[in-house]
T-cell receptor
Framework: DSGVTQTPKHLITATGQRVTLRCSPR?????VYWYQQSLDQGLQFLIQ???????AKGNILERFSAQQFPDLHSELNLSSLELGDSALYFC???????????????FGPGTRLTVL | KNQVEQSPQSLIILEGKNCTLQ??????????LRWYKQDTGRGPVSLTI?????NTKSNGRYTATLDADTKQSSLHITASQLSDSASYIC??????????????FGQGTILTVHP
């Protein structure tokens, strides 16, 4: 158990809908990362938040948005869903995002999103 | 472009045998390189993390090597067990700019250990 929790574990929805994925980081970790893992692709970095502020952006679509709240939990919002958005969405947390540290990330169990 | 390439894509070995997985990267500037193990449908779990100055690091039966000059890394698994069946992902941290903590992921090597 990494200490990172994600809810829900599974989500089934229809095209055009909007969903919210939730992540609680490990106790004491200030940084949260979101990743997408599709069947035919590896892990794709979406976005990073550090202590409530956006820190880095990866391949995140405009239909997707995220935020980190004062209690450090984070939500990933996916809107106007398409079939291709079906994937595993992982959240990870780390204590310190600076590049000179090990910056080890601990991954949650993931949310499996199925868009029908 | 920052890239991480892993080989082979998949590998099948018999229980008890050793194997080596390869990772080549072009991420610059380089911060660190880590190997993750990901069981099917689960989140990745860190095996080793190495910085520029480290050229080998072990974690039980897993030994990672890093050659920062050639930008290559390998993960050696000794005396494989059935539970080693998983995807092994090479991840490089760095890339410059404001990409603190940004990671570039390889596609992974799927290892299957047969009894």
């Amino acid at each position: 158990d990494s200490g990172v929790t994600q809810t829900p574990k599974h989500l089934i929805t229809a095209t055009g809908q909007r969903v919210t994925l939730r992540c609680s980081p490990r106790s004491g970790d200030l940084s949260v990362y979101w990743y997408q893992q599709s069947l035919d692709q590896g892990l794709q970095f979406l976005i990073q938040y550090y202590n409530g502020e956006e820190r880095a952006k990866g391949n995140i679509l405009e239909r997707f948005s995220a935020q980190q709240f004062p209690d450090l939990h984070s939500e990933l919002n996916l809107s106007s869903l398409e079939l291709g958005d079906s994937a595993l969405y992982f959240c990870a947390s780390s204590a310190d995002p600076t590049s000179y540290s090990y910056n080890e990330q601990f991954f949650g169990p993931g949310t499996r999103l199925t868009v029908l | 472009k920052n890239q991480v390439e892993q080989s082979p894509q998949s590998l099948i070995i018999l229980e008890g045998k050793n194997c080596t997985l390869q990772c080549n990267y072009t991420v610059s500037p380089f911060s660190n390189l880590r190997w993750y193990k990901q069981d099917t449908g689960r989140g990745p779990v860190s095996l080793t993390i190495m910085t520029f100055s480290e050229n080998t690091k072990s974690n039980g039966r897993y030994t990672a090597t890093l050659d920062a000059d050639t930008k290559q890394s390998s993960l050696h698994i000794t005396a494989s067990q059935l539970s080693d069946s998983a995807s092994y992902i090479c991840v490089v941290s760095g890339g410059g700019g404001t990409s603190y903590g940004k990671l570039t992921f390889g596609q992974g090597t799927i290892l299957t250990v047969h009894p």
